[in-house]
């Protein structure tokens, strides 16, 4: 595995790399939900006698956090990181520091458009600009020909479809379901500032969106009502920053009652000083099924 830590570095490896590349953009603090990244990378990328590439990069991006967010205190496990990298068959890691992807103030940055500015943009200003001017940075440097998101962050994997289109860059975006605790939690890497008693609330995110998804053939309104039932049984420990229901290609609002279709279910939540997100796929309307299963293009 090799392992580069500047642009120049990087180049030199890409120049010999097999393809397909592909390339899976994390801030590091690997976990479960992470090898299911890299598993889906390697099965896209081939093991015969001729595999393209995984590549992985590893990069706590201060452009996508608020002045008053957690970037100081965000998980840096690097060693850890690149074991399981190794573990997962891995063959590059890019793992810059600030400077290296920063070297002078980024004075153009990509705007996130309408979708951007609802829900985690609403909440998080500045988020999704600066989520996508690293993601089509590291697309610049890596140049793969795939690069692989996690579905837990719906409006993210949206955004990065919408910038991929729009900029005609000519990468596959590919998308691999949500990992989950047993207990329904999806795996975050903020996971790990859960005290124990918030870590016994968190779980009811995930009960929530599968209560909507059970009624979603009642229609938004009801899906919306079930969800939030279920929120209030978490009383006074949860602060819901939003629950809202999206159209799954655009992510623009359900906004119509009647809408009858495909779906995405999403909550942002605070638990003492954790904000936790989570989303499930629903088709809403009668006759349908509740919680549905991603496509392979979702
Ligand atoms: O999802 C993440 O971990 C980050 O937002 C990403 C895509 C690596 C950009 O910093």
């Known amino acids: 595995m090799i392992v580069a830590g500047t642009r120049a570095e990087l180049a030199a490896a890409r120049a010999r790399l ?3 590349v592909v390339l899976v953009p994390t ?14 990378a390697r099965e896209l990328a081939g093991t015969g006698a001729r595999p393209g590439t995984v590549a992985v990069s590893i990069f706590v991006n201060p452009l996508q956090f608020a002045p008053n967010e957690d970037l100081d205190r965000y998980p840096r496990t690097l060693n850890e990181d690149l074991r399981t990298c190794a573990a997962e068959h891995v063959d590059l890691v890019f793992a810059p520091g600030v400077r290296e992807m920063y070297p002078a103030q980024q004075l153009v940055t990509v705007d996130p458009g309408p ?21 089509l940075k590291l697309f610049s440097l890596v140049r793969p020909d795939v690069a692989v998101f996690g579905q837990k962050d719906a409006q993210q994997l949206a955004l990065v479809r919408q910038m ?32 124990s008693p918030e870590r ?24 919306l009502e079930a969800a939030r039932r279920v929120l209030a049984l978490a009383g006074g420990a949860l602060t819901v920053d939003y629950l809202a229901l999206v159209e799954r290609g655009t992510y623009g609002p359900v906004r119509d009652d009647a809408f009858e279709g495909a779906a995405v279910l999403a909550i942002a939540a605070r638990l003492g000083g954790t904000r936790l997100i989570d989303n499930v796929p629903v088709q809403i309307g009668a006759g349908q099924p509740g919680m549905a299963e991603h496509a392979a293009d979702d």
């Open 18 to 20: 097999a393809g397909p």
């Open 27 to 40: 801030m590091g603090a690997l976990h479960d939900g992470h090898r299911a990244l890299l598993r889906r």
């Open 115 to 135: 979708a951007g500015g609802i829900l985690e943009g609403e909440f998080r200003p500045g988020f999704f600009r600066g989520v996508l001017t690293v993601v």
């Open 164 to 195: 991929v289109a729009d900029f005609a860059l000519g990468i596959e975006i590919e998308a691999v379901p949500t990992v989950r605790a047993a207990d329904g939690l999806a795996l975050s890497s903020r996971n790990k500032y859960l005290s």
């Open 200 to 223: 016994a609330v968190a779980p009811v995110l995930h009960q929530a969106l599968a209560a909507g998804a059970a009624a979603a053939a009642g229609g938004p309104r009801a899906a």
